[in-house]
């Protein structure tokens, strides 16, 4: 019996921890499609002409937001951007309510950052239109997921046996939780490091190698995922300065010597240059920092093709 085809019609996008590596596999297949179309010199496709796309921000962003916007505009969609600070949101109006607003209005998908974790679960309960996650507090963010695995999938051709260093803020990280649970999933062999009052109690559970000198995780690494230190996330105290931070966890070219040749590095930004990452290695020749900003467009195009046309034929964005 043949086996089924996969499908992401009309399926809400949470988490990668619940979803399977064929879905991982369906969506960089079709981010490969996509990126093709944003490098052509006419960036437009009919493929979502008809659909309705909501960017419902209760968070800042300028990456996720943007690249969103523009991933439903390259396929045709009508995308509005609606942030908080100039809704009804600041009269009183409830989450939910402003969810039953939107949907109201007939949009097909919601694309949602919140600070709340889980918050992209509830909506998903409450109305009809897909909803994709955009990041919720601490828990998830799919969509910087799957372009993180664009991105080591385009430089390094796989992931299995991968030695991949996740370094900084794991404790505040929505983009570390989602990649732990994709890379293990796809056999990477995972490091953490950071000082011990931005990791999560038992982070080991997560599945990673631990370490509190940045080195040891950096040593033969493939990929080093720098994240960002979160300081509007924190309370005072995590740890005694900056300039501190930087000398003891701060990936500069020193310590980037001693992960692999070839090295892949990725940071998710905004960047604290100077604090979590130097200048020279985020715009290094090992840096994939840019690329990621465009891999992200091609991703979060590939899932709303997937999640509003489902089996419709890639030919489709020609």
């Known amino acids: 019996m043949a086996k ?17 590596p064929s879905e991982y596999e369906l969506i960089l297949k079709t981010a490969e499609e996509m990126k093709k179309l944003i490098n052509r010199d006419i960036k437009k496709a009919p493929t979502l002409r008809g659909k309705a796309i909501v ?5 800042a962003s300028t990456r996720t937001r943007t690249s969103f916007e523009l991933a439903g505009k ?14 009804s949101v600041t009269k009183g109006e409830s989450l939910r309510d402003t969810l039953l607003t939107v949907e109201a209005m007939g949009v097909d998908a919601i694309v949602m950052r919140h600070p709340a974790e889980g918050a992209a679960h509830y909506a998903s309960q409450i109305v009809k239109p897909v909803i994709i996650n955009a990041g919720d507090g601490a828990h998830a963010h799919p969509t910087q997921g799957l372009l993180d695995l664009f991105t080591i999938k385009q430089y390094k051709g796989r992931f299995e046996g991968l030695k991949v260093a996740i370094v900084g803020d794991v404790l505040h990280s929505r983009v570390a939780r989602t990649n732990i649970s994709a890379l293990n999933k796809l056999g990477a062999d995972v490091h953490v490091a950071g000082p011990s009052t931005l990791m ?19 040593e ?12 509007e996330r924190q309370k005072k105290g995590l740890f005694p300065t900056p300039r501190e ?8 070219a020193a310590r980037l010597a001693l992960a692999k040749e070839d090295v892949l590095l990725m940071h ?15 715009y290094g020749d090992r840096s994939a920092i840019t690329e990621e900003v465009q891999n992200g467009v091609a991703v979060r195009m590939a899932i709303l093709f997937l999640v509003l046309m489902g089996g419709k034929p890639l030919e489709a964005i020609d």
Do not use: C, K, W
């Not at 089924?4 to 399977?20: F, G, H, N, P, T």
């Open 245 to 252: 931070y930087a000398r003891i966890f701060g990936v500069n």
């Open 220 to 231: 033969g690494a493939d990929v080093v995922d720098v994240l960002r230190i979160q300081l």
């Open 74 to 87: 390259y396929l045709g969609a009508d995308v509005i951007n609606i942030s908080t600070s100039t809704s």
């Open 268 to 282: 998710p930004g905004p960047m604290n240059r100077g604090l979590e990452i130097s200048p020279d290695v985020a």
């Open 55 to 59: 960017n419902l921000f209760f968070e």
């Open 200 to 218: 999560p109690r038992e982070v080991e559970q997560l599945g990673v190698t631990v370490h509190h000198r940045v080195e040891e995780a950096l």
């Open 4 to 20: 089924a085809a996969v499908s992401l019609r009309q399926r809400d996008i949470l988490d990668l921890a619940s979803m399977e």
